[in-house]
């Protein structure tokens, strides 16, 4: 498609005044205590060297304690952490781990004592990862954040390991996987307890670049973010079957092969900008999930999935590319025996845009036999020859707004020149791919194959016929008025998650209804959503990007605005479905 972008790739939520936000080290260090302890708690994947490096030029400390060294070897750590990494390349299994547990026994409480005893009139810096599990409560905690993506960033770079490790070479995939499994969820646990406690906050995801906001500014400007629609900010990534179309749509540079993924929702992953006059001050959006659970998600959604945001959003882009894996997500008991989650990846694909002749591959084709199948994606896992898809799997012709509905256990995967927005719930990691076209992933290597996990989850009665009335284009009109329609879309009673559609032309109200909303502008330019008491400033949304409206919003509008104007839009708008509405 050729058009003008107007897509935002990095967009803010404006909080303060710039004198709020120190930046750069020296101006930092003017804002911190002179004597005392000064506890520097940092997230995993902050360059602690840096850190205390330039603490020390700045302050100076009269002692500097950096707790790496009180961490078990290397060894110790991997023979507690095997049960829950497994020997999978992908899978581990979701545990308890906590921050203390990285420490060698009695480190704590020795360095606790000696702390204790040191003059309180001098300047003492305790620092790293879990460095407020061994200081008192008169300390000052300042917290060094980061959001997982810039994480990831470092570890494909080659200079960042895991907590405690010492595996900088190790495969990029071990060390995510140890990050997600372990480290990233106990240093949440670790956040959240100390949240109330933290009097500064650093966005270390500039290492030249550092910026310190206190932690009353950091939690009342949360305050504000939950009771408004925002975004948080897109990372974009190369993958094997990627393609072109987000290069344009999202104004992206060309130093990358193809986009394949656009991460537009994934507050696990993404960050928020705060923004403090000209200055943009980035945390791990996670870090509002944590702190506003209830106003971001509402009671009913918190109560269900505790401070998780269950809702993900992202671009799949294979215009110019080619077919992503084939592929099946487990089914909700088998991903909560296996893998200790509480539930799993139902989605589905809204096509944004299609190419002459593009399809998507969803459910089996009537009458194949099971076992041939199953013995004809062995002889491919084996490298043999090519696994014939097209024999077994049901294709359907994609275009433009088709919405594909893929509950877990359903086989599927999006062929070639297919721009698929990707909605479906969170726990991204547990795809079992069947079959990958033979290729290589982006690092040389073959991607990892799961074969006897999906054929253990694939529903066989899902064929062509079951397919076709229950999993595709399933629009239901729902309620019209001057200038707009709305109509149900998705996804599968399945499915905890439920999609509407709304055409507009004018003006059209919404409510939260004490849930939280997620939605994409899928057709039409710019529209501009805004708050009918005036509670938030409008917010702009352009075509193809993700809006968040916290629970606590309540009522909002939205409306066609800029190119747009005369011309009909469309939003897609997610929520958790309530068990009693109807279908």
């Given at each position: 498609?050729?058009?003008?972008?107007?897509?935002?790739?990095?967009?803010?939520?404006?909080?303060?005044?710039?004198e709020e936000c120190a930046v750069g080290w020296a101006a930092i260090a003017q804002?911190?205590?002179?004597?005392?302890?000064?506890?520097?708690?940092?997230?995993?994947?902050?360059?602690?060297?840096?850190?205390?490096?330039?603490?020390?030029?700045?302050?100076?400390?009269?002692?500097?304690?950096?707790?790496?060294?009180?961490?078990?070897?290397?060894?110790?750590?991997?023979?507690?952490?095997?049960?829950?990494?497994?020997?999978?390349?992908?899978?581990?299994?979701?545990?308890?781990?906590?921050?203390?547990?990285?420490?060698?026994?009695?480190?704590?409480?020795?360095?606790?004592?000696?702390?204790?005893?040191?003059?309180?009139?001098?300047?003492?810096?305790?620092?790293?990862?879990?460095?407020?599990?061994?200081?008192?409560?008169?300390?000052?905690?300042?917290?060094?954040?980061?959001?997982?993506?810039?994480?990831?960033?470092?570890?494909?770079?080659?200079?960042?390991?895991?907590?405690?490790?010492?595996?900088?070479?190790?495969?990029?995939?071990?060390k995510y996987k140890c990050g997600y499994f372990l480290e990233w969820r106990a240093?949440?646990?670790?956040?959240?307890?100390?949240?109330?406690?933290?009097?500064?906050?650093?966005?270390?995801?500039?290492?030249?670049?550092?910026?310190?906001?206190?932690?009353?500014?950091?939690?009342?400007?949360?305050?504000?973010?939950?009771?408004?629609?925002?975004?948080?900010?897109?990372?974009?990534?190369?993958?094997?079957?990627?393609?072109?179309?987000?290069?344009?749509?999202?104004?992206?540079?060309?130093?990358?092969?193809?986009?394949?993924?656009?991460?537009?929702?994934?507050?696990?992953?993404?960050?928020?900008?705060?923004?403090?006059?000209?200055?943009?001050?980035?945390?791990?959006?996670?870090?509002?999930?944590?702190?506003?659970?209830?106003?971001?998600?509402?009671?009913?959604?918190?109560?269900?999935?505790?401070?998780?945001?269950?809702?993900?959003?992202?671009?799949?882009?294979?215009?110019?590319?080619?077919?992503?894996?084939?592929?099946?997500?487990?089914?909700?008991?088998?991903?909560?025996?296996?893998?200790?989650?509480?539930?799993?990846?139902?989605?589905?694909?809204?096509?944004?845009?299609?190419?002459?002749?593009?399809?998507?591959?969803?459910?089996?084709?009537?009458?194949?036999?099971?076992?041939?199948?199953?013995?004809?994606?062995?002889?491919?896992?084996?490298?043999?020859?090519?696994?014939?898809?097209?024999?077994?799997?049901?294709?359907?012709?994609?275009?433009?707004?088709?919405?594909?509905?893929?509950?877990?256990?359903?086989?599927?995967?999006?062929?070639?020149?297919?721009?698929?927005?990707?909605?479906?719930?969170?726990?991204?990691?547990?795809?079992?791919?069947?079959?990958?076209?033979?290729?290589?992933?982006?690092?040389?290597?073959?991607?990892?194959?799961?074969?006897?996990?999906?054929?253990?989850?694939?529903?066989?009665?899902?064929?062509?016929?079951?397919?076709?009335?229950?999993?595709?284009?399933?629009?239901?009109?729902?309620?019209?008025?001057?200038?707009?329609?709305?109509?149900?879309?998705?996804?599968?009673?399945?499915?905890?998650?439920?999609?509407?559609?709304?055409?507009?032309?004018?003006?059209?109200?919404?409510?939260?209804?004490?849930?939280?909303?997620?939605?994409?502008?899928?057709?039409?330019?710019?529209?501009?959503?805004?708050?009918?008491?005036?509670?938030?400033?409008?917010?702009?949304?352009?075509?193809?990007?993700?809006?968040?409206?916290?629970?606590?919003?309540?009522?909002?509008?939205?409306?066609?605005?800029?190119?747009?104007?005369?011309?009909?839009?469309?939003?897609?708008?997610?929520?958790?479905?309530?068990?009693?509405?109807?279908?």
């Amino acid at each position: 498609m050729k058009r003008k972008s107007n897509y935002d790739k990095h967009p803010f939520v404006a909080c303060g005044p710039v004198e709020e936000c120190a930046v750069g080290w020296a101006a930092i260090a003017q804002r911190l205590p002179k004597h005392g302890v000064l506890c520097v708690e940092c997230y995993p994947g902050v360059d602690v060297d840096e850190v205390a490096s330039q603490l020390v030029s700045c302050l100076p400390p009269h002692k500097v304690i950096d707790i790496r060294g009180l961490y078990r070897s290397p060894e110790e750590l991997r023979e507690i952490f095997a049960p829950h990494l497994t020997d999978d390349r992908v899978f581990g299994h979701m545990n308890d781990i906590t921050i203390a547990d990285y420490f060698a026994p009695h480190a704590m409480e020795t360095n606790r004592r000696y702390i204790g005893t040191l003059d309180p009139l001098q300047l003492t810096v305790v620092i790293g990862t879990g460095a407020s599990l061994i200081v008192g409560k008169n300390a000052t905690i300042i917290y060094m954040d980061m959001a997982r993506w810039e994480i990831q960033r470092r570890f494909r770079s080659g200079k960042l390991g895991n907590l405690g490790l010492l595996n900088v070479d190790d495969d990029l995939s071990d060390k995510y996987k140890c990050g997600y499994f372990l480290e990233w969820r106990a240093a949440d646990r670790l956040k959240n307890q100390l949240w109330e406690q933290i009097e500064y906050f650093v966005d270390t995801h500039s290492s030249n670049r550092p910026k310190l906001i206190s932690g009353v500014e950091m939690r009342s400007s949360l305050d504000e973010v939950a009771k408004q629609p925002f975004r948080v900010v897109p990372y974009f990534d190369p993958g094997p079957w990627g393609g072109h179309w987000m290069e344009e749509v999202c104004d992206l540079p060309a130093d990358k092969p193809n986009h394949a993924w656009c991460f537009d929702c994934v507050p696990e992953e993404n960050s928020l900008l705060l923004g403090f006059g000209d200055e943009r001050f980035e945390i791990p959006s996670i870090d509002l999930v944590f702190s506003h659970p209830s106003e971001l998600l509402g009671d009913a959604v918190h109560e269900r999935f505790g401070a998780e945001f269950p809702i993900r959003f992202d671009l799949l882009d294979t215009m110019g590319g080619g077919n992503l894996s084939l592929q099946v997500h487990p089914l909700t008991s088998y991903i909560q025996q296996q893998f200790g989650m509480n539930y799993t990846q139902d989605e589905s694909y809204y096509l944004l845009d299609a190419g002459e002749g593009a399809t998507v591959y969803l459910g089996l084709r009537e009458g194949i036999d099971a076992g041939e199948m199953m013995q004809e994606l062995r002889v491919a896992e084996e490298g043999t020859r090519p696994f014939p898809a097209e024999n077994y799997v049901q294709q359907w012709p994609a275009k433009a707004h088709d919405h594909f509905l893929i509950p877990a256990g359903t086989i599927h995967c999006s062929g070639k020149d297919c721009m698929v927005l990707e909605i479906s719930a969170t726990p991204y990691i547990f795809t079992f791919k069947l079959w990958d076209w033979g290729r290589l992933g982006m690092d040389g290597r073959s991607r990892p194959i799961h074969l006897e996990h999906g054929l253990r989850n694939i529903q066989w009665d899902r064929t062509k016929s079951w397919t076709a009335a229950n999993l595709m284009n399933r629009f239901i009109p729902v309620a019209q008025g001057d200038g707009w329609r709305t109509e149900r879309t998705g996804l599968h009673e399945l499915e905890f998650i439920d999609v509407n559609r709304t055409w507009f032309t004018k003006i059209v109200s919404f409510s939260t209804d004490d849930t939280v909303q997620v939605l994409n502008l899928v057709k039409g330019d710019e529209a501009v959503i805004e708050s009918p008491t005036q509670a938030f400033a409008p917010v702009p949304l352009h075509y193809a990007e993700t809006m968040i409206v916290p629970a606590a919003v309540g009522a909002w509008t939205i409306r066609p605005t800029g190119l747009s104007l005369g011309s009909e839009c469309a939003i897609v708008v997610a929520k958790v479905r309530n068990a009693k509405e109807p279908r």
